[in-house]
């Protein structure tokens, strides 16, 4: 039996957050450790529960996303991210080639 893939979800909309780690825990090998609407507080438990697999959108309100993201994968968790996102704009496609 292999270790259930630890995942940590960050999104601002409350039902879209509950939506996906529903849909996540309906997984057999995802365990969800941890999930946050705040940027502040995500990347704290991200650091502590060091999930393997952070799932963000990135398109936040408080336009911190890429930053999130940035902090994220120089940290010291070691989890890898995966950007959630309905489409990329200009920034975005800049900032992801920098």
């Not at 502590?48 to 309100?61: A, Q």
């Amino acid at each position: 039996m292999t270790k259930p893939l630890k995942i940590f979800v960050i999104e601002e909309h409350n039902d879209v957050r509950q939506a996906l780690v529903i849909r996540l825990c309906a997984a057999p090998d995802v365990l969800i450790v941890g999930e946050a609407k705040a940027a502040e507080a995500a990347l704290e438990e991200i650091n502590l529960l060091r999930p393997d697999i952070v799932l963000i959108e990135t398109k936040r309100t408080d336009g911190r996303g890429l930053e999130i993201v940035n902090c994220i994968a120089h940290g010291a968790s070691g989890a890898r991210v995966i950007a959630l996102t309905s489409y990329p704009n200009d920034w975005e496609r800049w900032a992801v080639r920098r």
